[in-house]
């Protein structure tokens, strides 16, 4: 059973007084950021408890560094807990990446794919889920190099959350980035993932640098072929619940509130088809 249902966006503050606009559409559920509230009270926090209200809430992590060669941050850990229950947090998602050593580097950097990055990774994920007291969901990331590598991708992403016992957030932008950045077919990394770990997904646009380099930035429209991966995964492991990101170039809300129509459409359509399938006897 998902934690929330059908298509999602992306708070930010660039729209948080658009309540009324949002209040009236097809969003069914947000996400933010939980680093960009808990410094925070007063009014900001008294917008936020207003959308908490009105929408069903996931969190999306920038800070766990989950594959960082210094320790976890469990005081971070627990705070986050804390904002869980205070607002009735239906999943906590995270990047499959680090960002931080010594201190944060500001970008995600990618973990090399080894076994021993695997057992690394899957114990510090157990750990903590252990201290928010529900399944954490991994990002499947995007990524522009990957040094020490020893295994695919696929395997690597794969053994984590089995190790783990953790769910997944499935970005379908990412694996498209990821599948032209390093050549492999997108629809054969996507349809080997375990469905049944899926908690929901993320939709996005990038930056086309050349034909062979695209840049995962949030800040353009989705591109056609990743609605078409959307598709397919709707196809192959039923629908899911989907959000929409964006970070940059943020256009006004009816252009926004386009591409989660889309979704929901895509959803209904495929919702559709499932229920017209004839029962097996």
């Known amino acids: 059973m998902y934690p929330v249902t059908g298509a999602g966006l992306g708070l930010r503050r660039d729209f948080m007084r658009e309540f009324e606009a949002l209040d009236a559409s097809n969003v069914d559920f947000m996400e ?40 976890l941050d469990t005081a971070f850990v627990k705070e986050v807990a804390e904002f869980i229950k205070k607002y009735n947090i239906r999943c906590y998602s995270e990047h499959l990446s680090y960002c931080s050593d010594d201190g944060h ?96 997904s993320h939709i996005a646009g990038h930056y086309d640098e050349a034909d062979d380099l695209k840049v995962d930035t949030h800040g353009a429209d989705v591109k056609a072929d990743v609605w078409s991966l959307l598709e397919t995964a709707y196809q192959h492991f039923g629908v899911f619940p989907t959000l929409l990101e964006r970070d940059f170039n943020i256009p006004a809300m ?28």
């Open 105 to 200: 580097m500001y970008d995600l950097m990618p973990i090399p794919f080894t076994e021993d990055a695997v057992h690394y990774v899957a114990d510090r994920i157990k750990q903590v889920q252990d201290i928010i007291g529900q399944r954490l969901a991994m990002e499947n990331v995007s990524y522009y190099a990957a040094p020490g590598q020893e295994m695919s991708e696929l395997e690597f992403f794969k053994s984590v959350v089995e190790e783990a016992d953790c769910d997944i957030l499935l970005d379908i932008n990412n694996i498209y980035v990821n599948s032209i950045n390093h050549d492999y077919d997108p629809k054969e990394f996507l349809l080997a993932l375990p469905k049944d770990r899926v908690a929901y």
């Open 32 to 71: 933010v950021a939980p680093e960009n509230w808990l410094p925070f009270g007063g009014h900001l926090e008294q917008i936020f408890a207003q959308y908490a209200e009105r929408f069903p809430f996931v969190i999306h992590g920038l800070s766990l560094s989950i594959g960082s060669p210094s320790p």
């Open 254 to 281: 009816p252009q926004l509130l386009a591409e989660v129509d889309k979704i929901k459409e895509l959803q209904e359509q495929y919702s559709d088809k499932q229920d017209s399938q004839p029962a097996i006897a």
